[in-house]
């Protein structure tokens, strides 16, 4: 995982690897039938976006955000989650405000 950095643009970078890492976590939870890989996100968001994950640009970031939060609200976790009333992420000024 990214290192935590105090430069707004070093906290989007860790933002956006950790909601990388949630959409793992939730992916290949609940016994997936298929095989996991773990760049797929990564590969996802460079394809969609030409950015690599770890290199978002500031003024990219919500866009990229929200790509991978939609990502992550689809996973079975996601949904069962969202049925729970559990959040699968916390917002950008809450993590902020942890750091």
Do not use: C, W
């Amino acid at each position: 995982m990214a290192a935590f950095e105090v430069t707004t643009e070093g906290r989007i970078t860790s933002s956006t690897s950790l909601l990388a890492y949630k959409y793992q976590d939730a992916d290949k939870s609940y016994g997936a039938t298929r095989d996991f890989s773990h760049a797929e996100i990564h590969k996802s968001i460079e394809s969609k976006f030409k950015v690599k994950t770890y290199f978002v640009p500031q003024h990219r970031f919500e866009e990229v955000s929200n790509y991978v939060k939609q990502r992550i609200d689809r996973t079975i976790l996601g949904k069962n989650n969202a049925k729970k009333g559990i959040l699968n992420y916390e917002s950008f000024d809450n993590f902020i405000a942890q750091q």
